[in-house]
Structure formats: C-alpha cells, structure tokens
C-alpha cells in the first residue's frame, strides 16, 4: 500500500502563489507516476498535471499549463506542485494520486490511479 499525505494549500488572491507538496510512504518501489489532481465539476476528478517517477516525464492540463510546475524530490518521497498565477477558477480541492500502472496508461486519467490522498483546499479571490 502507498499513503499519501497533502499539504500547503490555503487562500491567495488572484495572480498569487502556492506550493502544495504530497508525501507518499508505504510500498513505493513500483510507483510508475504521481499526479495531481482537482475535484472539477463533473463525475471524475480533473487530472491537473503528472510525473515520471523514473525519469522526471510531466504532461499538464492545457489548463495550468505555463503557469504550474510538478516536480518531486526522490529521497524524501515527495511531489510538489508549484502553482503561479492563480485565477480565481482554480480555487477546488486538490488530490495527490500514486499509480503502479504501465507507462502507456493515460497519466491525467483519474481510472489510471490508485492510491489517494486526502486533498487539500486552494482557494483563490479576486
């Protein structure tokens, strides 16, 4: 099992900056990708941007694009995601996801990902 803690959300205006940060322990050797991703308005959660565990490989929402970063710190277990100029539609909930799956899974699926964290609220105003 892979656990998953998030932290570093909070409350920014509009054109601010936030660094959430999830911390995985448990069975993490076979992890493939971590992601991250946000609660949406629809059935599934909207998968906002993933990495490579291996090889530092990222693909981002056309969304966030430009604007936020996924990078992880390999010794301590850790992604982060770096968000910069935050628009008031980005306020959500935002998860941390782990998978084991293939590399040729789709990364920004919500179906790829198994193990889950709690999330993290992101609130931005105007």
């Known amino acids: 099992q892979v656990q998953l803690v998030e932290s570093g959300g909070g409350s920014v205006q509009a054109g601010g900056s936030l660094r959430l940060s999830c911390a995985a322990s448990?069975?993490?050797?076979?992890?493939?990708?971590m992601a991250w991703f946000r609660e949406g308005s629809g059935k599934e959660r909207e998968g906002v941007a993933a990495?490579?565990?291996?090889?530092?490989?990222?693909i981002y929402a056309d969304s966030v694009k430009g604007r936020f970063t996924i990078s992880q710190d390999h010794a301590k277990n850790t992604v982060y995601l770096q968000m910069s100029s935050l628009k008031p539609e980005d306020t959500d909930i935002y998860y941390c996801a782990a998978t084991k799956r293939p590399r040729y899974f789709a990364q920004l699926s919500q179906a790829t990902y198994t193990n889950w964290g709690q999330g993290t609220q992101v609130t931005v105003s105007s």
């Open positions: 990495i490579d565990t291996g090889g530092d490989h990222t």
């Open positions: 448990g069975a993490t050797s076979s992890t493939t990708y």
